[in-house]
Every structure is written in C-alpha cells, then in structure tokens.
C-alpha cells in the first residue's frame, strides 16, 4: 500500500482566540509586524526588537530561498 501524498500545509498558527488558522509567509514576518486573524479579527503584534535575531535568521533562509528560486530557472 502506498502513501497518499499531502500537500504542504502553509506556514502560520492557529488564532489563540478562536483557533483559525493565520498564514504566515516568510515575507510577511520579515514586513509587517502585525497579523490579523481572519476567522475573529484579533490583531496579533509580533516585538520586532525582541525578534530581531530570529529575523536575522529568517532574512538568511529568506535569501537563500530566492537562491534556489533563480537556479531553478536555469534547469529546464
């Protein structure tokens, strides 16, 4: 018997008010400090400043990303 594939499921958390799923991509954590829950409309702020070396971070794994992405084109 084989696996059924899945799909990917999107970053992001569940709302701690009502537990609908919020997207988060890699390029809204790196521009908006705000999300907003779109099941209840609870506005979450995320401390950029207390973030900052998590962020630092994710700017690496972003560049990188867009790497792969570039070299990807070269490879038909």
Same mark, same amino acid.
């Given at each position: ?13 569940? +709302? @701690?008010? #009502?537990?609908?799923?919020?997207? *988060? ?5 790196? =521009?908006?400090? /705000?999300?907003? +829950? @779109?099941? #209840?409309?609870?506005?979450?702020? *995320? ?5 900052? =070396?998590?962020? /630092? ?20």
């Amino acid at each position: 018997m084989s696996a059924i594939p899945t799909q990917p499921r999107s970053p992001g958390i569940p +709302c @701690p008010k #009502c537990n609908f799923f919020i997207e *988060m991509s890699i390029y809204s954590l790196l =521009s908006q400090s /705000e999300f907003k +829950c @779109p099941g #209840c409309l609870l506005t979450l702020n *995320m401390d950029r400043n207390a973030s900052k =070396s998590a962020l /630092e971070l994710l700017q690496k794994v972003n560049v990188q990303k867009e790497n792969i992405e570039k070299h990807k084109k070269f490879d038909l």
